[in-house]
């Protein structure tokens, strides 16, 4: 009998032991869960406000002026501000917005997408007169900034990697008419007593022609501007047309006889009758800082000395 208490108490020894082990294992979890929930030094996810510099950085932004636009009628699928924002460094701007972005985790250089539905609603992006291009030689920068979002509530700019304060837009101020940035619609004929066109489907060419043969276009778009005879007094040609654009002021030749698309004829000195349909076409340059807008007055020469220009834009 004396052996069978002394192996019950070798087995109680044992439990008590681990016991012992299992409540220390849980004491040192509280006590790390009570020093995480009060302590300052916290991830910089979780306290947005305050965003440490890195690489010592000393670029701040802030927000100057917004305007807020609403896509009411749910054409492109999402808001959007424009924000003017202010960079501010001790030496040149030399920023990438890919390191702004808002909580909904859009990268503000981004935006390419969100300009192609713009476009394909008939929305003049240009007219916003934004940028992704964050350089400057001096030390300070003001410039607009595309926001997109899709909640409708404040939205909360992130300045990652950057020191400085991250700011709020109140969505509720600052409305903008989305329809301000619609395009100025193409007149549907151009009329005097000599001649009469009817203008319809203007688009950019994609496949063009040069004496017959295929042209590959050095710039980025060409601007076909359709036209058909509805009528025309005898013997008068369109000899030569130009092209003034909005945005920019500059002014694009028409394509001379020689050029043509696939879809197409070119206009240009063609001996006209009625029911004729051609095109008029403005190679519109562009590179990577500089797009190109469709917004502008075409002017148009015709033989007889006269002339007329209406305003127009890419449908």
Request: negative net charge.
């Amino acid at each position: 009998m004396a052996k069978k208490r002394r192996k019950l108490r070798v087995d109680r020894l044992v439990l008590m032991i681990l016991l012992s082990i299992l409540l220390v294992i849980i004491l040192i979890f509280a006590v790390k869960a009570l020093f995480d929930l009060f302590s300052d030094d916290k991830p910089i996810s979780n306290n947005p406000k305050i965003v440490e510099p890195i690489n010592n950085s000393k670029l701040i932004v802030e927000l100057l002026d917004y305007k807020v636009y609403e896509d009411s009628q749910n054409e492109l699928g999402f808001n959007f501000v424009v924000a003017k924002l202010k960079f501010s460094d001790e030496n040149n701007i030399n920023y990438d917005l890919n390191n702004l972005l808002t909580d909904e985790m859009i990268k503000l250089n981004d935006i390419l997408d969100y300009q192609k539905k713009m476009k394909i609603n008939s929305y003049d992006y240009e007219k916003l007169d934004t940028t992704i291009d964050i350089k400057s030689d001096d030390n300070e920068l003001e410039t607009n900034i595309f926001i997109p979002y899709s909640k409708q509530k404040d939205i909360l700019i992130i300045t990652e990697k950057i020191s400085g304060n991250s700011f709020s837009i109140d969505l509720s101020k600052n409305k903008e008419d989305i329809n301000s940035i619609k395009y100025v619609s193409t007149p549907e004929e151009i009329k005097t007593a000599s001649y009469e066109f009817k203008v319809s489907d203007n688009y950019i060419s994609t496949m063009m022609k040069h004496n017959g043969e295929p042209y590959d276009s050095s710039m980025l778009s060409v601007y076909t501007y359709n036209l058909t005879v509805e009528q025309i007094n005898d013997g008068i040609k369109i000899v030569d047309a130009k092209f003034k654009q909005a945005s920019t002021g500059s002014t694009w030749n028409a394509l001379d006889a020689s050029y043509s698309s696939s879809k197409i004829e070119n206009i240009i000195n063609k001996d006209l009758h009625v029911g004729d349909k051609y095109a008029l076409f403005f190679e519109v340059f562009s590179n990577d800082n500089e797009k190109p807008t469709y917004d502008g007055d075409i002017t148009i020469y015709f033989s007889d000395n006269s002339s007329v220009t209406i305003k127009a834009t890419l449908n």
